[in-house]
Structure formats: structure tokens, C-alpha cells
């Protein structure tokens, strides 16, 4: 399982980002899919997940109606668009998937908002 994660970067409050996790090594359309940020000294927290269909997204309430996830079954995407950053915002980013009796994670992507 290899998880890998782009499209962090550095943007001032009200900015968008676009983060993508490109999966292989497992059987994508079958498992669900979570992003998940920690912010420095603070532990790490879920954000969002979506089912294999698509058919279920749910967010945190930090990030809801700010942030939206899809998936692209058929390239093994996973994507989420962040917009009217806040500074709170900034963290690292991680798309996780639990196959295979344990989780997996990313490398991480850091997002940094300044005020």
C-alpha cells in the first residue's frame, strides 16, 4: 500500500489549495478514504472521509462548507479542495486508508495559511 500526497503549499487567509493522494497497492474502489491534519503540538484529527461509491462524504464541523473531497476510482485519486483558508488551518496533511488489518498513511503534505 503506497499513499502519496501533493499540492500543499503556502497561501494567505481567504486562499485555496488542492491537495491530491495518489493510492496504489490496494483494491481503491473498495475502501474507504480519510484526510486527516495535525497542526504543530496539537494531535492529529479527521477532516473528511468518503466511501468507496462516493456516496457518503462527511466532514469535520472545523472544516465543513470550507472543504470538499471526491475520489477518481479509475485513477486511484483521492482530492481535496481547500478554500477560505484560515490560518487555523495550517498543518500537515494526510490521506489514510485502513486495509489490510492496519492503517496507511502518506508522507503528509504541509499547508501553511498566514494571516
Known amino acids: 500500500v503506497q499513499l502519496v500526497e501533493s499540492g500543499g503549499g503556502f497561501v494567505h487567509s481567504g486562499g485555496s489549495l488542492l491537495l491530491s493522494c495518489a493510492a496504489s497497492?490496494?483494491?481503491?474502489?473498495?475502501?474507504?478514504m480519510s484526510w486527516h491534519r495535525q497542526a504543530p503540538g496539537k494531535e492529529r484529527e479527521l477532516i473528511a472521509r468518503?466511501?468507496?461509491?462516493?456516496?457518503?462524504?462527511e466532514y469535520s464541523p472545523t472544516v465543513k462548507g470550507r472543504f470538499i473531497t471526491w475520489r477518481d476510482n479509475l485513477e486511484k485519486m483521492l482530492y481535496l479542495q481547500l478554500s477560505d483558508l484560515k490560518p487555523e488551518d495550517t498543518a500537515v496533511y494526510y490521506c489514510?486508508?485502513?486495509?489490510?488489518?492496519?492503517?496507511?498513511w502518506g508522507q503528509g503534505t504541509q499547508v501553511t495559511v498566514s494571516s
Open positions: 497497492g490496494f483494491p481503491f474502489d473498495a475502501y474507504l
Open positions: 468518503i466511501t468507496p461509491a462516493s456516496d457518503v462524504r
Open positions: 489514510k486508508v485502513s486495509a489490510y488489518d492496519r492503517d496507511h
